[in-house]
């Protein structure tokens, strides 16, 4: 008994590539992706309900670490001021944490749709940075978990003189913390940016390092006005890291310029206020052949006149 194989025809992402997917089908493949990114969301946020206890936990801990936020008792204070807040903070809780889950379920959902329409070395440098960013977002995460103790200790101390005592909003002191988490971890992505310059032939490595002062400056600035606490401290860390980050992002820019071989132009080596030197001498030129005779030009041949026009009666005036 014999059977027959049937053909499998080119799936949606070879279409995609090769063009031949039409407008509906392209809506339709969106409509699919975003309704499966949906799902994972949707079952990220079930186990972030689970671990909305322990991540609470987790970023009161910078605050209950001082000895100023302890009752006598030895509990750590933190009020609420509405009867929903606390509520509606561990379903925001959980709404981060299910994205952190499902997010390479979503990711990959949003690179399958955008993958067709990239060409191969656009798809290698997305994976290469792709493959950076998310240490680097937690690079920035991490460090802003440990600047947050140091800034409320410093905060605490300024404004807790004499018998004030500071009893922490639970619902605005979580969201100074994962503002300032957020904040770090989009500050790391920097050197990405410096990266692409580099990759996209925008800028090299040398003229980089040569914006090294202009680019501390500016560091120093960006975390004075972006950074929430006015405590040195904070500002300082972000500064000096990105600092850190820049220049390996620029030692990585002069490895890809001597692996692509920039820099060994002609007029590499010459400022952009140097005028060229020109090679004034003359290439010999050899001489023609010689010319015997020339081949007589004919006559032109008698060009007949034209037949005389017939007038009727009517062309009389």
């Excluded at 300024?158 to 922490?168: A, F, K, Q, R």
Aim: hydrophobic content about 50%.
């Amino acid at each position: 008994m014999a059977f027959a194989l049937k053909k499998r025809g080119p799936s949606t992402f070879e279409r995609a590539a090769d063009g031949s997917m039409t407008l509906m089908e392209h809506v339709r493949e969106l409509r699919n992706r975003l309704f499966r990114a949906s799902l994972a969301i949707v079952v990220g946020f079930g186990f972030g309900l689970w671990l909305s206890g322990p991540v609470l936990h987790l970023l009161q801990k910078p605050y209950c670490d001082l000895p100023k936020s302890r009752l006598p008792d030895g509990t750590c204070n933190f009020v609420q001021l509405g009867p929903a807040d606390l509520f509606l903070l561990q379903m925001k809780v959980a709404l981060w944490v299910g994205l952190i889950v499902a997010a390479p379920i979503w990711l990959y959902q949003l690179w399958a749709f955008i993958a067709p329409g990239l060409h191969r070395h656009e798809r290698r440098y997305a994976y290469f940075f792709t493959a950076l960013a998310a240490p680097l977002f937690a690079g920035g995460a991490v460090l802003a978990y440990f600047v947050t103790s140091k800034g409320l200790e410093f905060l605490l101390n300024v404004s807790g003189g004499g018998d004030i005592h500071t009893t922490l909003d639970i619902t605005r002191y979580i969201s100074f913390v994962t503002n300032l988490i957020l904040l770090f971890g989009v500050a790391f992505e920097f050197p990405l940016i410096v990266l692409m310059l580099n990759f996209v032939g925008l800028a090299s490595a040398k003229r980089l390092f040569g914006w090294w002062r202009v680019a501390i400056f500016v560091f120093f600035a960006f975390s004075a006005v972006v950074t929430p606490t006015p405590d040195p401290f904070g500002m300082t860390a972000l500064a000096i890291c990105l600092s850190a980050l820049y220049f390996g992002a620029v030692a990585v820019a002069f490895f890809n310029d001597k692996r692509r071989g920039r820099g060994r132009e002609i007029y590499a080596d010459l400022s952009d206020d140097e005028v060229s030197p020109l090679d004034l001498t003359p290439e010999p030129v050899e001489a023609g052949q010689r010319v015997d005779s020339v081949a007589p030009i004919g006559r032109p041949e008698p060009v007949a006149a034209p037949a005389p026009i017939e007038r009727r009666y009517d062309d009389m005036t």
